[in-house]
């Protein structure tokens, strides 16, 4: 009985003690930045989780929101209550369903439109343990989600950014990302998953992408940021079946930050001055990190941008560059 109590008392303190580390270090963005006069999207703003927490700042800062949502009751009452609180009217639902192009492409087609300028987008939705299948448009679903559908967005809203400058491009990777199998970018839309490796490599695409765009941008007053949220309480684990889910459940209650904790580095990267000289660089906890090692190949972001543009069939009129 002792020793059962011993040992309770021995996990406890060792909870207790990780959950303290986990918010002593924990670092927020201190920025004062104000965007009134400012537009912004922020895909995947629903209520409770990463992306309307960024939204939600963004709003008290005064900006314009579009929170680019596809579940559309869900957008509309994240921004009833964002305008509840903030008293911000300017904040707008936009549908967007990132497993498909052509609702990409009639998102940013509506935004080309009717919006005269784009300050900040964040590319912030993303999912996880999605069934292995294929999209309308034939490509492997998770992927589609996560990466290629942003790097659609970002191209064709992109002569928008360039017209606002300075304007800032924020991509919600992972730590996962350095995680997984070697990404062979040639076999990106025939690789077959096992465990997490889709996700993993949704992630790592994220970061290349976000270097090859930073080259790209050069020269523009157009930055671009990748970064690691935290590990959040959020959803996005509610995908999990059987044992993996009871973990992952097990471990966020434990261990994991709150919604606004994990926000901060999404609104670090994107209201920050001072920091468009890391244009391309990956950030986590607010602040510059080393890229992770499997991000380092500048051929695999080149080659994995000019297959991306394949893949989401971009055309010369729709190409920025
Ligand atoms: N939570 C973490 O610990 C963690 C760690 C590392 C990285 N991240 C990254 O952080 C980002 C935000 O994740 P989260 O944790 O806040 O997850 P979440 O609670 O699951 O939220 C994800 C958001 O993406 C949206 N979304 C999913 N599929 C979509 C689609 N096909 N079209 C449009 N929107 C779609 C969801 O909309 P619905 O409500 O309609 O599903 C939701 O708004 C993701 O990119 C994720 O990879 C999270």
């Given at each position: 009985m002792?020793?059962?109590?011993?040992?309770v008392?021995?996990?406890?303190?060792?909870v207790?003690?990780?959950?303290?580390?986990?918010?002593?270090?924990?670092?927020?963005?201190?920025?004062?930045?104000?965007?009134?006069g400012?537009?912004?999207?922020?895909t995947?703003?629903?209520c409770?989780?990463i992306?309307y927490?960024t939204a939600l700042?963004?709003?008290?800062?005064g900006?314009?929101v579009?929170?680019a949502c596809?579940?559309?009751?869900k957008?509309q009452?994240?921004r009833?209550?964002i305008?509840?609180e903030?008293h911000?009217h300017?904040?707008?639902?936009?549908?967007?369903?990132?497993?498909s192009f052509?609702s990409?492409r009639a998102f940013?087609?509506e935004?080309?439109?009717?919006?005269?300028r784009?300050?900040?987008l964040?590319?912030?939705?993303g999912?996880v343990?999605?069934?292995?299948?294929?999209?309308?448009?034939g490509r492997p679903?998770l992927?589609?989600?996560?990466?290629f559908?942003s790097f659609?967005?970002t191209?064709?809203?992109?002569?928008?950014?360039?017209?606002?400058?300075?304007?800032?491009?924020v991509?919600?990777?992972?730590l996962g990302?350095?995680?997984?199998?070697?990404l062979?970018?040639?076999?990106i839309d025939?690789?077959?998953?096992r465990f997490?490796?889709d996700y993993?490599?949704?992630?790592l695409?994220?970061?290349l992408?976000?270097?090859?765009l930073?080259?790209?941008?050069?020269?523009t007053?157009v930055?671009t940021?990748?970064?690691h949220p935290?590990?959040?309480e959020?959803e996005?684990?509610?995908n999990?079946?059987g044992?993996?889910?009871v973990?992952f459940?097990i471990?966020?209650k434990?261990?994991?930050?709150t919604?606004?904790e994990?926000a901060q580095?999404?609104i670090?990267?994107s209201?920050?001055?001072g920091?468009?000289?890391?244009?391309?660089?990956h950030?986590?906890?607010?602040?510059?990190v080393?890229?992770?090692k499997n991000?380092?190949?500048?051929?695999l972001?080149k080659?994995l941008w000019?297959?991306s543009e394949e893949l989401?069939?971009?055309t010369?009129?729709?190409?920025?560059?």
């Amino acid at each position: 009985m002792d020793l059962l109590l011993i040992s309770v008392f021995i996990l406890a303190a060792i909870v207790a003690g990780l959950k303290i580390y986990t918010k002593l270090t924990l670092r927020t963005c201190k920025s004062q930045v104000c965007l009134v006069g400012k537009t912004a999207i922020v895909t995947g703003a629903n209520c409770g989780i990463i992306g309307y927490e960024t939204a939600l700042d963004f709003a008290k800062r005064g900006a314009k929101v579009i929170l680019a949502c596809r579940n559309i009751s869900k957008a509309q009452e994240a921004r009833r209550k964002i305008i509840e609180e903030t008293h911000n009217h300017k904040i707008f639902v936009r549908v967007i369903d990132l497993a498909s192009f052509e609702s990409v492409r009639a998102f940013a087609e509506e935004i080309n439109k009717t919006e005269d300028r784009l300050d900040i987008l964040v590319n912030n939705a993303g999912a996880v343990g999605l069934e292995h299948k294929r999209t309308v448009d034939g490509r492997p679903l998770l992927m589609q989600v996560n990466y290629f559908s942003s790097f659609l967005l970002t191209n064709l809203l992109l002569n928008l950014l360039k017209k606002s400058g300075p304007s800032r491009i924020v991509n919600v990777s992972s730590l996962g990302a350095s995680m997984g199998s070697k990404l062979d970018v040639n076999n990106i839309d025939n690789f077959v998953p096992r465990f997490n490796d889709d996700y993993y490599h949704s992630k790592l695409c994220n970061v290349l992408f976000t270097i090859e765009l930073a080259k790209k941008l050069q020269g523009t007053s157009v930055t671009t940021y990748s970064l690691h949220p935290g590990f959040v309480e959020t959803e996005i684990f509610h995908n999990f079946h059987g044992i993996m889910k009871v973990l992952f459940m097990i471990i966020v209650k434990l261990f994991s930050m709150t919604c606004e904790e994990g926000a901060q580095t999404n609104i670090y990267c994107s209201v920050t001055q001072g920091i468009e000289k890391y244009s391309g660089e990956h950030f986590d906890h607010c602040r510059k990190v080393d890229r992770y090692k499997n991000a380092t190949d500048p051929d695999l972001a080149k080659n994995l941008w000019k297959k991306s543009e394949e893949l989401v069939g971009l055309t010369p009129e729709e190409n920025p560059f």
